[in-house]
């Protein structure tokens, strides 16, 4: 059963930073493309970062482009997403999301890990 | 403003049939496979639909998806009240680099 965990949620402050991780299990982590997917309260869904399954190539939305970093211990099937200079407009619901071997479809989601910005 | 557009909202009535459209261009919808995920309040999205047309196990029939040049469509028959929900639909954008959604439709089962 492939199972994602997301945790490092937090109350942070504008200009703070913070690392989210997606503990994976249940399949073999390293042959799949992640994605970081966000949901602002009320709002829609938008598509954060994503990294092959190699970590050879990234992709960001250009709102987190030079902020956000995304990156992947094979070893321990964790991926993670590095925020920095964060910004009130980032409060969202962060959600890891494990790709098919299509970068177009993603097959399963966590549960998801709030981040507030606000001071 | 999301780069695939959808209906905000959609309703219809127990056992009938709805659609849901979505609009993008020859860099997203017209290029690439269009999914679909149905999300409840309070949880996280779950894919409904991918490649256009096919469902991965345990969604049943009733969901089905079709695709025309830049714009794709999600089909719900038999509507239960179980199914109102938001519906997304995603692809990936060749020219941005970058995923993609529709803002989102809220289904109403009146």
């Known amino acids: 059963e492939v199972q994602l965990v997301e945790s490092g949620g937090a109350l942070v402050q504008p200009g703070g930073s913070l690392r989210l991780s997606c503990a994976a299990s249940?399949?073999?982590?390293?042959?799949?493309?992640m994605s970081w997917v966000r949901q602002a309260p009320g709002k829609g869904l938008e598509w954060v970062a994503a990294?092959?399954?190699?970590?050879?190539?990234?992709d960001y939305a250009d709102s987190v482009r030079g902020r956000f970093t995304i990156s992947r211990d094979n070893s321990k099937s964790i991926l993670y997403l590095q925020m920095t200079s964060l910004r009130v407009e980032d409060t969202a619901v962060y959600y890891c999301?494990?790709?098919?071997?299509?970068?177009?479809?993603?097959?399963?989601w966590g549960q998801g890990t709030l981040v507030t910005v606000s001071s | 403003q999301s780069v695939l557009t959808q209906p905000p909202s959609v309703s219809a009535a127990p056992g009938q049939k709805v659609t849901i459209s979505c609009s993008g261009s020859?860099?997203?919808?017209?290029?690439?496979?269009v999914s679909w995920y149905q999300q409840f309040p309070g949880t996280a999205p779950q894919l409904l639909i991918y490649?256009?047309?096919k469902r991965p196990s345990g969604i049943p029939d009733r969901f089905s998806g079709s695709k025309s040049g830049t714009s794709a469509t999600l089909g719900i028959t038999g509507l239960q009240t179980g199914d109102e929900a938001y519906y997304y639909c995603?692809?990936?954008?060749?020219?941005?680099?970058?995923?993609?959604f529709g803002g989102g439709t809220k289904l109403t089962v009146l």
């Open positions: 020859s860099s997203n919808t017209g290029r690439n496979y």
């Open positions: 990294i092959t399954g190699s970590a050879i190539s990234t």
């Open positions: 249940g399949f073999m982590f390293d042959n799949y493309v």
């Open positions: 999301a494990k790709h098919t071997m299509s970068w177009t479809v993603l097959e399963y």
């Open positions: 490649e256009n047309i």
């Open positions: 995603g692809t990936w954008d060749s020219s941005l680099g970058a995923g993609v």
